[in-house]
């Protein structure tokens, strides 16, 4: 039989942690994880902790559907994907965010479907705008943090045995690891005799 298995997020210490708490007690659940972090911060070792955990059969229950979720979209990623592991999900306070009812099925099927929708419209925005950015000579992705005249100062200064990476990267304006990375891709490519070794 599967076991109902608790989230609880707050973005401080205090905040609403004891009323979701004892929510998540009061029904028993068998085991409950923690996280305090904002909705907006991306990184929940607590929830990845709970969706490891997690097993076929089990209910992923938590006070308000706010708190598994950083946004719309993320809780229906996150609920489509608890749903292809067959485990249910279900939030105390939100009687249509229930996959463990045929009703919270039919409401979470449409809610998929929108989700589902936004998500092709962002890949197509994403895409005509580096289309558009391609016709004018530019391509799209992160700037390089080497530029080609830094690329230059970065190889001579690599040459010169008595230059500390963390003093390269410092006149540089770049991080010690882009300079490693630099680095590894000169002596890939047979360019440096030597190599700083990496701490």
């Known amino acids: ?43 929940r070792p607590g929830l990845q902790e709970c969706l490891n955990y997690i097993r076929d059969g089990d209910t992923l229950i938590v006070w308000k559907s706010d708190r598994l979720g950083r946004s719309t979209v993320d809780l229906l990623n996150i609920v489509d ?8 999900f279900k ?12 009703n919270g ?8 479907l929108l989700a589902e929708h936004e998500r092709d419209r962002i890949r197509e925005r994403t895409m005509a705008g580096l289309a558009a950015a391609r ?3 530019r391509n799209g ?3 390089k943090a080497l530029t080609d005249e830094k690329e230059t100062l970065a190889f001579d200064a690599l040459q010169n045995r008595n230059k500390s990476v963390k003093g390269i990267a410092k006149g540089l304006g770049v991080s010690e690891a882009t300079v490693y990375r630099y680095q590894r891709k000169l002596k890939e490519q047979g360019k440096l005799k030597w190599a700083i070794p990496e701490e």
């Open 105 to 112: 099925r039919l409401v979470f099927g449409i809610f998929a």
């Open 1 to 43: 039989m599967g076991k109902d298995i608790g989230y609880i997020r707050v973005s401080t210490n205090k905040q609403n942690l004891q009323l979701q708490e004892d929510s998540l007690k009061k029904i028993n659940c068998y085991k409950i994880f923690y996280d305090v972090a904002s909705g907006a911060k991306a990184d």
């Open 141 to 143: 992705g992160r700037p």
């Open 91 to 102: 939030s105390l306070t939100e009687d249509l965010f229930d996959t463990t009812s045929s």
């Open 135 to 137: 016709a004018r000579g």
């Open 81 to 88: 994907d608890l749903r292809n592991r067959n485990i249910g």
